[in-house]
C-alpha cells in the first residue's frame, strides 16, 4: 500500500504461510471496489488484512471466505 495511504483493517484466523497470503490477496484485490489489498501474515495466530478503496465489509469477507478464510474482526 502505499505510503500515507489508510485502509479498513480485517483479521483473519487460519492462515499460516505465504500460500495463504497470495490465497487471500488474489481474492481481494481484483474487486472493482479496491485500491489495494496486503496482508501482515502473523502464522498460528491473528494476520491483518488490510484494504483501501470503497468495497464493503461484506464483500471483503465474501472474497475471503471464497479463498477459505474467515474475517474474524474488522
Known sequence: M??????????????????CVESVTTAVRPMADVDSATVDLVAGGTSTLTVSGS???EDIRAAVAA????????
Not at 505510503?3 to 499460516?16: D, K, M, R, S, V
Not at 479463498?67 to 474474524?72: D, I, R
Open 55 to 57: 468495497a464493503t465489509t
Open 67 to 74: 479463498a477459505g478464510y474467515t474475517v474474524t474482526g474488522s
Open 2 to 19: 502505499p505510503a500515507g495511504t489508510f485502509g479498513t483493517a480485517y483479521e483473519l484466523e487460519g492462515l499460516t504461510c505465504g500460500h
